[in-house]
């Protein structure tokens, strides 16, 4: 776009009930108009169920919706013990997390069913995993309820449906205990599940005729130069430097190695709920190193700004 200036109208990162949100699809529309965000991606976890709603969403709430997903990925590279240190990690992410927008996509195309298609596996790989994780966590004295697990998710059963029904049934008094003692990566209940690759995803993506972008790097705990080269060479489009969990330090770091090796950027409440203490928007990101495949939805609003 050209324009050297600053904008918090985009937040291309947020869940509904859909995932493991809180808030329906037309709650979190509703959350990001008042927000002041005009454009908005809802990024489920390994399902495009809640698109078809956001459409309608958003043209009620006269903001434009840009289809996404956030697809769980194979970690990409290793992490590095001395990160993983400062950053107070007792072990490496099990997945990596991959932003795919479809900007230009039509619904119900050949292409929006191929990716359909394809993404399909990895939101019904959550089930057997989840009866297994259940089944474990029962070998270890913890009864949990399958059907009460998978009733608190929409289409895509996730650890934090397992982390709220321990919490309910009194195992743990919060989620974060669930995770830290029990479902987290590498706990006694965690069971991995078989994931696509980076570059797999991002091929995938790439043929629907999508564009990718890597979700909140600090989690990774991987070297900032490392994982960009790293992008770059699989194909990943920009990274997500912009994320409510990255400080200002952090972002500017990601940003200027983002824009040397000639890869976009955006950017992400990461919105699940206001129960999280999350609120949606706010997310500040520079409008000239947004992927410039957004450039034809976002052109008119931001010329008028600058007016």
């Given amino acids: 776009m050209g324009l050297h200036m600053w904008t918090e109208a985009v937040d291309l990162h947020s869940h509904s009930t859909n995932s493991d949100g809180q808030h329906s699809v037309e709650q979190v529309a509703m959350m990001m108009s008042t927000s002041n965000v005009r454009f908005w991606s809802l990024t489920d976890h390994d399902t495009i169920s809640g698109w078809g709603s956001a459409f309608q969403a958003a043209k009620r709430e006269q903001i434009t919706f840009i289809p996404g997903v956030e697809i769980t990925c194979a ?8 990160i993983m240190k400062s950053r107070l990690r007792e072990r490496a992410s099990d997945s990596w997390h991959l932003l795919a927008y479809f900007p230009d996509l039509e619904m119900s195309s050949d292409k929006h069913e191929d990716f359909k298609k394809w993404l399909a596996p990895l939101g019904d790989g959550r089930i057997p995993r989840m009866q297994a994780m259940v089944e474990r966590l029962e070998q270890l004295g913890l009864s949990i309820d399958f059907d009460s697990v998978v ?41 991995q599940r078989s994931k696509p690759s980076i570059e797999e995803a991002c091929a995938a993506v790439h043929k629907a005729g999508g564009i990718t972008s890597l979700a909140h790097p600090l989690y990774y705990c991987v070297e900032t130069s490392a994982l960009i080269e790293f992008c770059q060479s699989v194909g990943v489009d920009a990274v997500e430097c912009f994320h409510r969990s990255h400080d200002d330090s952090y972002r500017y770091e990601l940003w200027n190695a983002a824009k040397s090796h000639g890869l976009g950027v955006t950017c992400g409440s990461d919105f699940h709920g206001v129960n999280y203490n999350q609120s949606p928007g706010s997310v500040a990101v ?5 992927p410039s495949e957004f450039e034809p939805i976002m052109r008119s609003h931001f010329e008028s700004m600058r007016q």
């Fill in 151 to 191: 009733a608190r998710a929409g289409d895509s059963v996730g650890r934090p449906h397992l982390a709220d029904e321990m919490v309910d049934s009194g195992y743990v008094a919060t989620r974060q205990q669930a995770f830290d003692e029990w479902i987290g990566d590498g706990k006694p209940g965690h069971v």
């Fill in 286 to 290: 520079p409008i000239s190193t947004l």
């Fill in 75 to 82: 970690p990409g590279i290793p992490a590095s013990e001395a």
